[in-house]
């Protein structure tokens, strides 16, 4: 088989193999790296996108006059040079000018070698391209792919799984969605759409899984979480009124706090809580159940605490009963105990040091 080698900073070899762990991809390391110069080859950037990203990668400043990456990206009209080829040169100069990485120094050799996957796909991106070296075009690549924020790169990489779910949205059909820990969901799928805070990309909509008993309710998908999808014969119609629901919810805390895996999760609350429960209504997880736990009696006189059973993912719960402080206590998920733990030693330290 073919191989290729490729001499590049130790900084781009690293965030590279940190994709690799960040969209959780169980394969070998010469495999992720075909993927990721093959898939980005193949990704289509609209003009206007890659404005978008060069503003954020570029700090979003006022004062682009000067900025050598706007002045590329006016020069991609003057016919001059190939779409493609200065998209791969904006990719380069954005990467070096936001990390500020010396040419010289942190070299790596990383080495590309065909195989059966990818049938000479990376034969022929050198036959097709004018760099003077593969060497040249692969290194060109993975920088450019580099340069994107990790929602864009997370769409590269998943670029079969995005087109899909895309034309499921745009013909309006349902899909069929199985995730990495195999689990199916019949989804009624709404919009693709970057979160607000970790830059992945999610799926949102109405969804149900299909081996439990629980009613379709308004979920997200982390992009790399999506193992398969299908697109299925039956059309959907979410009414006006779901559609805002789901706006809104998207928009008060982002996709992350509607994504994850659904369970139920036990907790108790004390009077106090109960009342917080019953005020607080931002990103509050679904309630299934609800059943008297202990009574006490105070100044107050009797108290009863009550055990509320939530079906939420574990993101949306855990971010909802930080405001609980110790007026809630989470009973039967050991995980979910330990974050909150973690969290509120982490205030106590602060507020402790602040204090002194």
């Excluded at 039956?234 to 009414?239: A, F, G, H, I």
Aim: proline share 3%; hydrophobic share 35%.
């Amino acid at each position: 088989m073919t191989s290729f080698k490729i001499t590049a900073t130790e900084s781009l070899f690293s965030r590279l193999l940190n994709d690799k762990e960040l969209f959780q991809l169980n394969m070998s390391q010469n495999d992720f790296l075909t993927q990721v110069v093959i898939k980005t080859y193949d990704y289509q950037d609209s003009l206007s996108e890659l404005k978008d990203v060069c503003d954020i990668l570029s700090g979003k400043t006022n004062k682009l006059a000067n900025n050598p990456i706007i002045e590329a990206i006016k020069g991609l009209n003057d016919g001059k040079t190939s779409f493609k080829r200065s998209l791969n040169d904006i990719g380069i100069e954005i990467l070096k000018l936001r990390d500020n990485i010396p040419s010289e120094v942190g070299k790596k050799d990383i080495f590309l070698r065909e195989t059966s996957k990818t049938e000479g796909a990376l034969t022929q991106i050198v036959n097709e391209t004018d760099s003077r070296s593969a060497a040249d075009t692969f290194r060109s690549l993975l920088y450019k792919y580099m340069a994107y924020p990790s929602y864009i790169r997370e769409r590269i990489l998943f670029m079969d799984i995005y087109d899909t779910l895309s034309t499921c949205i745009k013909k309006k059909y349902k899909c069929k969605i199985v995730t990495t820990n195999n689990k199916t969901f019949l989804v009624d799928p709404y919009k693709l759409i970057p979160g607000l805070d970790e830059f992945h990309y999610y799926i949102t909509g109405f969804a149900k899984n299909v081996d439990q008993n629980y009613d379709r309710q308004i979920m997200a998908f982390k992009l790399s979480m999506v193992k398969a999808v299908y697109k299925m014969k039956d059309t959907l119609e979410l009414s006006i009124d779901e559609v805002k629901e789901i706006v809104d919810k998207v928009k008060a805390s982002g996709p992350a706090f509607l994504s994850g895996e659904y369970k139920e999760y036990k907790v108790e609350f004390d009077p106090f809580g109960q009342k917080l429960f019953n005020s607080l209504y931002v990103d509050r997880p679904k309630c299934i159940r609800m059943e008297t736990s202990d009574t006490y009696i105070n100044e107050y006189g009797p108290q009863t605490k009550k055990i509320y059973t939530f079906y939420s993912s574990e993101f949306q719960i855990y971010n909802y009963l930080k405001d609980f402080g110790y007026h809630a206590m989470v009973l039967d998920d050991e995980i979910l105990r330990e974050k909150l733990l973690l969290y509120f030693k982490k205030a106590y330290t602060q507020y402790s040091i602040k204090a002194i």
